[in-house]
């Protein structure tokens, strides 16, 4: 087909053109008006084709214009569409002759004011927090005094310096600076890799690891510290095993990282008084508290020593009964002596006439005496176990004699209330009380009778003097 418009049959002077031919016309004149142009809207039919480009409409209350971010620009956006968010996106009019339509091609794209930047916040955090990503169960303690303290900041500028002059002025600690960016493309990726790089290190490696993270940044708007709003920081910090401290900001502002820390400091100063404690306040407690362990242990220690001498007093007296047995071992070593006298008096008698060599005679007469000894303990051994014997024939006769056996037959001990012994029969009155011990328990009784029984009188001799017979005289 020829590219020259061809002429109508009617005979008018209006070129005929094919559809390829006015879509090429439209577009050149599309381009050539629009070459680059920034457009407010809101995003609506957000799609992310497999090839990696993202679709979509911006749209007011008016007018839409279809939009596409093809994927080797997709990538460097500063934000993540999603539907619903107003933004303001820069890029060339052109038109896509396959449908007919014009489009804008984005190649940047960012929030449009504060009010979408709170809304797309707060959907944030909504879907965070249904994540438990925000829970104050998962929240640690924060170390007492760490050895490490790993800061994630920029190098430069105010924070870095403010963090370690306070912690040099309340307790010097070791401090690792990992240096990111904390504002514009790439913060949010670099805060995130150093959270997690922190987390990696090895506990014995030639780097330690920390045992604390301040992650900080000075005051700024909305947008300035956006990168602590993004997800894939608010995801390093909920998931960090190091206790992790929040200072981003004034004290006024929040950011989403502050809810997925263990503690959120209103600035970076405050984090590092939360970090260390004042050491002079340290050495006070410290002192203290060794003052009440002294005090502690003397008060215990004297009251362990009362204890002790109680049990003393009842315990018997150590000296005298060393003194006793003292006492008795002199008896027994000097009754040994006199018995190996008189033993070696007995065997010398015995000796014969001759004089024995002094080396045999010695060495006899230490066999002699070895015999002696032990016939002495073994005769001193018998004397005791007869002794025993007698003291255990005498205890088992007092049993026998005791007046418990008696009851045991059947007889009554009867005493007083006072506890007295009833012997006689004249020493009772009427309505006197008296308890009747029996081999089974004690029994109260009352006396009923009249005056105590008299004597029987003895019967009178029959007549005719002694003699029983009598006479027949």
Known sequence: MSDAPSTHNSGDNVPVFSVTEVSGLVKATVEGAFQRVRIRGEISGFKRAASGHLYFTLKDEN??????????T????????????????TGRITTYPGRSKYQIVVDQMELAGEGALLKLLEERKKKLAAEGLFDESAKRDLPFLPDVIGVVTSPTGAVIRDILHRLADRFPRRVLVWPVLVQGDGAAEQVAAAIRGFNALSEDGHVPRPDLLIVARGGGSLEDLWAFNEEAVVRAAAESDIPLISAVGHETDWTLIDLASDRRAPTPTAAAEMAVPVRYEVMAQVADSEGRLIRAVKRRTDTMRREVAALARGLPNLRRTVETASQRLDDWSERLGNALKAGLRHRRQRLP???????????????????????????????LRGKARSLEHLGQLLESFSYERVLDRGFALVTTPAGATVTSVASLKPCDDVNIRLADGVAGARIAGGAAQQKKKPKKAAAGGDDPQGTLL
């Open 74 to 89: 997709a990538g460097r956006l500063k934000v993540d569409p999603e539907d619903g968010m107003e933004v303001i996106a």
């Open 63 to 72: 007018a839409v214009i279809d939009g596409v971010s093809w994927r080797t």
């Open 353 to 383: 006439k001759r004089i024995l060599p002094p080396t045999r005679a010695i060495a006899e007469a230490g066999k002699r005496l070895a015999v002696t000894g032990r016939e002495l303990e073994r005769a001193y051994r018998d004397d």
